[in-house]
């Protein structure tokens, strides 16, 4: 009776554990199937980026979301992103004209729960400054992912770089330093030539 107890309690304890296996797979597989579309969500983020593509960036985006840019500018919705491109890219006073931007994971995403995900790491990013100079900059980002109607998307995102060692920030002052320097001798040069036609006015009174 003791033996059959026994076998008996070990055929159960064996169940369990290869239940649990299972179960644990089953797991594994449902992960990496979330483990692949969320590297899909970030190639799809990445192009629209390059692309300057707003609304596919906006696709990438949770209905309700945050985004804290390179220069800690935080937006919420597709408009803001357009305005920011915009003023980044395009405006009068825009000195960056494109850039690329090449993420990579320091981790997998660590889900908290079912639809809920962390992750971070690092990026190597290229700007074409207005000047024609190219030049590189690593940042650190990290963001939060929800799965909304069955798909990844970026709910909270953050980018940063060290304002200590930052060669996009200088290449914009020495572009500034530049124009004040050039609108400096242009005024010179309107000054020396209105103050000629004075003059010669002046004689020939």
């Not at 597709?78 to 491109?85: G, H, P, R, V």
């Not at 590189?136 to 980018?159: P, Q």
Request: charged content about 20%; hydrophobic content about 40%.
């Amino acid at each position: 009776m003791k033996t059959n107890l026994q076998q008996f309690c070990l055929a159960l304890t064996l169940c369990l554990c290869l239940g649990g296996s299972i179960h644990v797979l089953a797991d594994d597989d449902n992960r990496e199937a979330d483990h692949a579309a969320l590297r899909a969500l970030r190639d799809k983020v990445t192009q629209a980026i390059d692309n300057q593509d707003i609304k596919a960036l906006s696709s990438c985006f949770a209905r309700e979301f945050a985004f804290t840019t390179v220069n800690q500018t935080t937006v919420t919705n597709e408009a803001q992103l357009q305005d920011f491109f915009d003023r980044m890219f395009r405006s009068s006073d825009a000195l960056v004209t494109s850039m690329k931007t090449e993420p990579q994971a320091d981790i997998m995403t660590r889900f908290v729960d079912a639809n809920t995900g962390v992750c971070y790491g690092s990026s190597k990013d290229t700007y074409t400054m207005k000047s024609g100079k190219v030049v590189e900059m690593n940042v650190r980002w990290s963001a939060t992912v929800v799965k909304e109607s069955g798909e990844w998307k970026v709910v909270i995102a953050h980018v940063g770089t060290d304002f200590l060692d930052n060669p996009v920030l200088d290449g914009m002052k020495q572009f500034a330093k530049i124009a004040a320097v050039g609108a400096g001798i242009g005024g010179l040069v309107a000054g020396f030539l209105i103050g000629r036609l004075l003059g010669r006015g002046k004689r020939t009174a």
